[in-house]
């Protein structure tokens, strides 16, 4: 039996024969959703999704130092509103090297709380380079910038409601191509031992969605993406395991309302338990939610 050696996450799998169907979505590198979509059904009936699955759910990516040392080529799980892809290529980088610099104060940023929009695509063919600007407790703040340019070649349109920026735990990171424009800005805070990264279009500092830097909760928050925008109702069970045992509290969160969308009862069934989450905000939307259900007369 021929074997097929694909990566995900970075990580070389070995399939045990040759799945043209995953390959096809693995590789494919356009944003055309239906050209996606089309394979997706087809490695759902040849059984390869199942396969793909279980690899996801237990790969993990290299730890957060990985952008300190990364000198082979890495694959990276993406996605953007108009279609999935799950690799990027990102080649020949080197070790980043730092260089300290310095500007006045926090009120230089062009930031503002409260931001209700949603970022336009942003699509770049030419290397980007990335800076890193921290905040230390006086709100002065120190640059960062990396002298290796990375690649980055995908589209992002992402929204979220407003943005609440918390000081002075802040790290912006600015991606600039290779002729000086600033593309689009990431935010970084911590709160509740929770990191989470805020991305901003850099020319109208409108807000986009709130992501996790942490590795593995990316994986999952991505993984639940993929299900929930190819609608693959055959993975509920996966959904409301990770719904109440993700150690990641906005996890179990994405992965009970992607769980209500896909399979109603279900998702109600993971609702009652998650009245009983540890954690207050899941704990308030599920307590919140399930009455909302039960006033609609659905349980």
Known sequence: MNKSEIKVLGTTIVLDKDYPGLKAIINYQEPNISYIAQHFEKAVQQGEFKKLLEHLTTVYMTDSKRFEQRTQSE???????????????????????YKNHKLSTESDLPISNNRRATLTSVMSERPIHVSKFAFDPKNSLEVFES??????????????????????????????????????TSLTFVKEKAPLVWLFDTKTMR??????????????ELLIELLNRLNYSGATDFLSELSELSEYH???????????????????????????DNHPHVNKAAVTTYQNFVSAGLV
């Not at 709130?210 to 999952?220: F, N, V």
């Open 207 to 220: 807000s986009m969605k709130g992501i996790s830097p942490d590795d593995e909760a990316t994986r999952q």
């Open 75 to 97: 694959e990276i799980f993406i996605y953007s509103d108009e279609y999935i892809k799950l690799t990027i290529g990102l080649s020949d980088v080197n070790q980043l090297v």
């Open 147 to 184: 002298d290796i340019p990375l690649v980055h070649k995908e589209t992002l349109t992402l929204q979220t409601d407003e943005v609440h920026i918390a000081m002075p735990d802040n790290t912006i990171h600015l991606f600039e191509d290779t002729q000086g424009d600033t593309l689009w």
């Open 250 to 276: 906005f996890v179990r969160w994405k992965a009970l309302t992607t769980l209500l969308r896909l399979d109603t009862a279900k998702g109600i069934e993971a609702l009652k338990k998650a009245t009983n």
